[in-house]
């Protein structure tokens, strides 16, 4: 089986949340192939070099076991941990995979992405998102000592938490066009990303082809994993989908 996995937003202030992450891995390490991590897996990431300082060790180490059983792990970083570098894939074992990429599952050709540059009405964001992915930003922010980093990161997860409270739901939320165009861009069918926390299978039609945006949920809570068999997908909690449906 293949998983993808998103929006775990890991840190040491929420247990339960590492607790959850440890079982559901225990659970599905026997039965996974391949694991698919589509970004946020931790609440908040300054650094490779800072990952001890915030309590990570016990993930990237859980990780390890993971490929070290001969899992392949694949991460895409999202807005949370994209500065998730080559020292976290050097631990885990794991392949960092670009913000929009295709990967064949099963013999499809799936897009994978994290979520956050579809929502272009989110315009505050997404001038965060071009400011931040410059190579310079990040070099100046890296160049910090690790506490200034850290409390730059916890200044950004408040201003985060703030936003929630009044901006509407329909401007944190992907926008269709945006997601025609990049699927059309792709040349896909199926795309898979995380980041909004709503998690659904969305089905539209276009040009007499079915189109499919599944979307994984967050991890505050409860797991969200997204599976794949050579039969079947499925995304938990939810309902279970042939994958003779599937388009190619
Ligand atoms: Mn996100």
Redesign the pocket.
Known sequence: MIGLI??LHLTTENDRGMANFRQCLDTLQPQLSTLYIL??LFEFWVGDDAAVRLGYEPVIQRLQALTLAGVKLFFLP???DFLVAENFARQTGCQLLADGTVVRIYGTRVLLM???SLCTDDHEHQEFRKMVNQASWQGEFLARPQPERIQMAQKARLQSRQNLQHKSMDIMDVNQAAVDETMEDFSVRILVH???HRPAIHEWEVQGHTRRRIVLGAWYSETSVLLFSKEQLRLTPGPLIRTGLLPV
């Open positions: 998103s929006d970004g946020d999202g807005n949370r994290h979520g956050d995380g980041h909004t």
